[in-house]
């Protein structure tokens, strides 16, 4: 169901696990872009094509020949196959881009600076707007509000205006008889060939990124068809079109399906006591909002948090950023991606479209993030500590914040979990 990517750094955007979608150009979700591709319009014109050597055309087509009795041992006409692959040909561009998806430590709070700007914001307000009856209507049958609905619709394809203009078939094509995640790949094409043979959508119609996701709020193939919905009732479950009843009702119909609870918000922003133990900031210690006021965490207006179940306290930047309250909302968001910039910038901009406020505390802009290097130097440094590396890798998942507040608390500092520039310093030592 789910394309898997890397484990966020907490405060710095990698690559992330996208469980509807994979990267649509200029859309907010937070994964890597080539530099050298980022201003590139996609497109399947053979006016922006590469030339493709011989030898790879000829094994290209052997693989479709092969692929076609696959396809057909699943439930797939000879007839489907037929209309999806004519015309279709190796694309290098789609490989280019799976080859060169670099190391991105955008931080997050130039994510959100994008993902809830003022023209962000106003755009979703219009858009809520001028789609209200309908949203409004998909917030009474899915029970999913429908400002969080228009936000995941806005950083996602900036309210439908880029909904990515690659051919379907043939960038899962290239990438499934490439190789490297071809068994993924290959998954999805007979999930968009099955999508093609229900009539849902004409093959040439079928569009959206290089890495098959689709629509205006970046379904992949295989999420499409389990949770993708006929909102309109004309048959069809249409996320292609410029109407987007069907993709906004089936991204509602999705964080559903995954628990959404109305009326529970994904977060609140809140200010800590004077010497929080940053070690209760695991989203693994959840308590009750009361609970968390009688040690001092309140709302911005200094006010215990009404109790809308339990929550985990999130420093996203550390102990020196905003703090959040984050309660089940949020983990459902994540189905989406699993990014926690991601989960907020979508719960942020809901509320500022809502009318809600802007962030209130500072962040630490001036922070230096840890490069790559430095990252797989700062695992080295915990394991040869015995703190508990697993892998070197330089990607900062859970094993790997743990690890960091194991050494942070063994030589007394708040133990926040945060890679930076300090920390690798203080390992230096």
């Given at each position: ?66 692929f076609r009795g696959r396809a057909q041992a699943q439930g797939i006409r000879a007839d489907v196959l037929n209309r999806a692959f004519a015309g279709i040909s190796y694309n290098p561009l789609v490989i280019e881009r799976d080859r060169n998806q670099a190391e991105f430590t955008r931080q997050i709070w130039d994510y959100l600076d994008s993902a809830a700007s003022p023209v962000r914001v106003a755009n979703g307000q219009a858009a809520l707007q001028k789609h209200r009856r309908t949203l409004q209507a998909i917030e009474d049958r899915f029970g999913v509000e429908k400002e969080v609905v228009t936000a995941v619709w806005g950083l996602e394809s900036a309210y439908g205006e880029r909904r990515g203009t690659m051919d379907i078939v043939e960038s899962l094509a290239t990438l499934a008889h490439d190789g490297r995640r071809g068994p993924f790949f290959e998954a ?242």
């Amino acid at each position: 169901m789910s394309m898997k990517f890397l484990i966020p750094l907490s405060g710095v955007i990698l690559m992330t696990n996208a469980a509807c979608a994979g990267p649509v150009e200029r859309s907010l979700r937070p994964e890597a872009r080539p530099a050298a591709l980022s201003s590139v319009q996609q497109t399947s014109g053979t006016s922006t094509r590469q030339e493709v050597p011989a030898a790879t055309r000829a094994a290209f087509n052997r693989w479709i020949d092969g692929f076609r009795g696959r396809a057909q041992a699943q439930g797939i006409r000879a007839d489907v196959l037929n209309r999806a692959f004519a015309g279709i040909s190796y694309n290098p561009l789609v490989i280019e881009r799976d080859r060169n998806q670099a190391e991105f430590t955008r931080q997050i709070w130039d994510y959100l600076d994008s993902a809830a700007s003022p023209v962000r914001v106003a755009n979703g307000q219009a858009a809520l707007q001028k789609h209200r009856r309908t949203l409004q209507a998909i917030e009474d049958r899915f029970g999913v509000e429908k400002e969080v609905v228009t936000a995941v619709w806005g950083l996602e394809s900036a309210y439908g205006e880029r909904r990515g203009t690659m051919d379907i078939v043939e960038s899962l094509a290239t990438l499934a008889h490439d190789g490297r995640r071809g068994p993924f790949f290959e998954a999805q094409l007979i999930a968009a060939l099955q999508i093609i043979q229900a009539g849902d959508v004409d093959p040439r119609s079928m569009t959206g990124s290089w890495a098959g996701a689709m629509g205006h709020t970046q379904f992949i193939p295989t999420s499409y068809l389990a949770y993708a919905v006929d909102f309109t009732g004309d048959g069809k479950r249409d996320i292609w079109s410029d109407d987007p009843t069907d993709a906004l009702a089936s991204t509602a119909a999705y964080l559903k399906r995954f628990g959404w609870t109305k009326g529970q918000p994904w977060g609140v922003e809140v200010r800590l006591p004077r010497g929080f133990n940053a070690g209760l900031a695991k989203r693994d210690i959840k308590r009750a909002p009361s609970d968390w006021a009688a040690i001092g965490v309140t709302d911005m207006n200094g006010r215990a948090v009404p109790n809308h179940g339990a929550a985990a306290i999130l420093l996203p930047a550390g102990a020196s950023g905003a703090a959040f309250m984050i309660f089940d909302n949020f983990a459902v968001i994540e189905r989406y991606n699993q990014a926690d910039a991601y989960v907020i910038g979508v719960g942020h901009l809901s509320d500022r479209i809502k009318g809600g406020p802007e962030i209130q505390t500072p962040w630490p802009r001036g922070y230096k993030p840890l490069s790559f290097d430095e990252r797989m130097e700062m695992q080295q440094r915990l394991q040869a500590r015995g703190f508990g590396i697993e892998k070197i890798d330089g990607i900062i998942g859970p094993n790997t914040t743990e690890a960091i507040r194991a050494f942070q608390m063994s030589a007394g500092v708040t133990p926040d979990g945060f890679p930076s520039q300090d920390l690798l310093a203080l390992l230096k030592r």
